[in-house]
């Protein structure tokens, strides 16, 4: 039986393809269209996975879309009342898309795909749960979902068991800890539902002294991590901004104007937000042990993506073990909603081993064979050497040991939005200099945003304080005492930026100015060349972790094809390319003036 899950509409289209429960493939639109968060209807992502599962449209069973648009509808109407008569004009402004489209799913749905079979929806928080806990390799668990709002709901938690999910408790629309850190990503300059991640990078570089204004006046916090938000300081009801006047007169002055020069201030809103955020998943994640009393739980959502707080849930909180989805927003909800068909509507049988989930490390989209990859490189006249994985694997590794920084593309891309090792691009960790060499000259990017370490999985208690695997980069853990250097004098003396220049550890760049770091574990059965190559660097150097972070630029997605990795290895200062087989040497490429067209395409964010 095929299912084919869909979101769109809102950020992050997405499609994934479930055959008798297993994935056969996922993959966001933005991908293949080349557009940031494209939101449009997934055409080009749906096309690909009919052709990952060797299928036409007459084959699909059920088509299943991850929310229901008329109780959202009905949520926007009531909202637009309830504050009228200020939220009239908002709603005026979203009536036209709402009446050209998304009140339209199942007609849309049949002229796009020529589809005439059965269309279901999922609930926006039952395709979060679903994402959470049926990939997930627990016989039963707790699951908990965060995000800025579904149809009403905000949060809610319950328990999976077999094939079944059943939501227990909701928090409702307004009140919402997505929709709150989203406020200050906006007040801090940022980009809703693109720049909160940075504003998680920015906190550690500030001190957390806004935290009792945010908990006098923005929230009301109980202790089982419910709350309330006060209304009178936030614009998403009744405006087109996430803050209003009195929040900026709160906190004593107008939003940060974007690209603008970052200050201490918007250092410590951001240290402050991400220290009340912490306490409301730590209170929710005791909240949901003590009611389900499951040992394991499993989160989505798109707060789900703020590692920090995920690490804290695993070293402060109850239970013994977490799972999160790496596709924890918008795009995981196409995949949770043909789950949730598969095993709840159709109530089929789930097998897990409480070891293994079934998420195949998240490398769910389209690949790319050598044979592809050599006609393309033919075609283009593109200078190239062949080797076979051994060769590949050590020549990489002292490539990196020298000091180079090398696009990495392999097999299938990743499902979500953190590169796993298949469109990455990799570097020497214990290279001080790297962190802002990768991010002003090759992601063109603040330099104040950190990178992540891949470390081998079975080094990973050597270096972090982490006892388990990482395999999503979804968990932020200190590196190991015995790793850091002693730089607390320095430090001491150093603010803002300034602690950028402070040498921290033994891999300095990928240790945040907090000691942190965001963590990717690689096993050799889901990468083997990722994991051989990493092998080979820790033999040549005796260190087992190498930075990884994004193959892409600022404003672009992670690339998809052989063609867009080779654009962005041409256009930055990306030292060697690996596409499959083939080694690429940008100093054998031929000349070209340097290309900065991608400048007017950049979405500041």
Not at 350 to 373: K, T
Not at 392 to 418: C, H, T, Y
Request: hydrophobic share 40%.
């Amino acid at each position: 039986m095929n299912i084919l899950g869909i979101s769109c509409f809102y950020h992050d289209s997405a499609a994934c393809l479930v055959r008798d429960g297993k994935i056969i493939g996922a993959a966001q639109e933005e991908r293949f269209t080349r557009k940031k968060h494209d939101f449009d209807f997934p055409t080009q992502a749906i096309n690909w996975c009919l052709s990952a599962g060797k299928i036409s449209v007459k084959d699909i069973d059920f088509v299943v879309f991850y929310d229901k648009p008329f109780i959202k509808f009905e949520r926007i109407l009531e909202t637009a009342l309830t504050y009228a008569p200020s939220g009239i004009s908002q709603f005026i402004q979203a009536i036209p898309l709402w009446l050209k489209q998304k009140l339209w799913i199942p007609e849309i749905i049949e002229d796009q795909l020529d589809y005439q079979g059965k269309i279901l929806f999922c609930g926006h928080h039952e395709s979060h749960a679903a994402s959470a806990f049926y990939p997930s390799p627990f016989k039963e668990a707790a699951f908990l979902t965060i995000d800025g709002v579904g149809e009403w709901e905000t949060a809610s938690f319950g328990v999976g068991e077999g094939s079944s999910l059943d939501i227990s408790h909701y928090l409702q629309f307004p009140h919402s800890l997505g929709l709150l850190y989203s406020a200050f990503t906006y007040y801090t300059g940022f980009k809703v539902n693109s720049g909160e991640y940075k504003l998680m990078g920015l906190a550690p570089y500030g001190q957390a002294c806004y935290v009792d204004l945010i908990l006098k006046n923005l929230i009301d916090i109980k202790e089982d991590g419910s709350f309330k938000l006060n209304m009178r300081y936030f614009g998403f009801c009744n405006g087109l901004r996430m803050t209003n006047w009195r929040f900026e007169r709160l906190f004593g002055g107008a939003a940060r104007r974007p690209e603008s020069t970052i200050t201490q201030k918007e250092m410590d809103l951001a240290a402050s937000i991400q220290k009340v955020t912490e306490e409301i998943m730590l209170k929710m994640a005791r909240h949901v042990h003590k009611s389900t009393g499951q040992k394991s739980l499993c989160l989505a959502g798109g707060v789900a993506l703020n590692c920090v707080s995920n690490g804290r849930i695993l070293r402060d909180g109850p239970f013994e073990n977490i799972w999160i989805q790496p596709a924890s927003g918008d795009a995981g909800g196409a995949l949770g909603a043909a789950l949730f068909v598969w095993y709840k509507y159709l109530n089929n049988q789930r097998f897990a081993d409480g070891v293994r989930d079934s998420q195949f490390a998240s490398l769910l989209g389209p690949e790319y064979s050598d044979e592809a990859i050599v006609e393309f490189l033919e075609e283009q006249g593109i200078p190239y050497k062949k080797l076979d994985h051994l060769e590949l694997s050590s020549a990489v590794a002292d490539l990196i040991e020298q000091g180079n920084v090398i696009g990495w593309f392999q097999g299938k891309m990743e499902f979500g939005p953190r590169a796993l090792g298949s469109r990455s691009i990799i570097g020497d960790a214990r290279n001080k200099e790297m962190q802002t060499k990768m991010n002003l000259k090759i992601k063109y990017r603040e330099s104040f945003r950190p990178f992540a370490p891949t470390v081998l999985s079975e080094e990973v208690a050597n270096w972090f304080e982490l006892d388990r695997e990482s395999p999503y980069m979804l968990l932020v853990a200190p590196v190991k005492d015995n790793k850091k250097l002693d730089a607390d004098s320095a430090l001491k003396g150093a603010s803002g930026f300034d602690k950028l220049r402070v040498n921290r550890s033994l891999i300095p760049a990928v240790t945040h100015v907090d000691y942190s770091a965001r963590i990717q574990t690689v096993k050799r059965e889901d990468n083997p060349l990722y994991y051989d190559t990493i092998n080979e660097f820790f033999k040549k150097t005796g260190c087992p972790v190498i930075i990884n972070t994004s193959f892409n630029v600022r404003g672009e997605p992670l690339v998809c094809t052989p063609s867009d990795a080779f654009r962005c290895f041409m256009r930055t200062e990306i030292d060697y390319l690996v596409l499959g087989s083939f080694l690429l040497d940008k100093r054998l490429q031929v000349k070209q003036e340097k290309d900065e067209s991608w400048k007017k395409d950049f979405v500041l964010d």
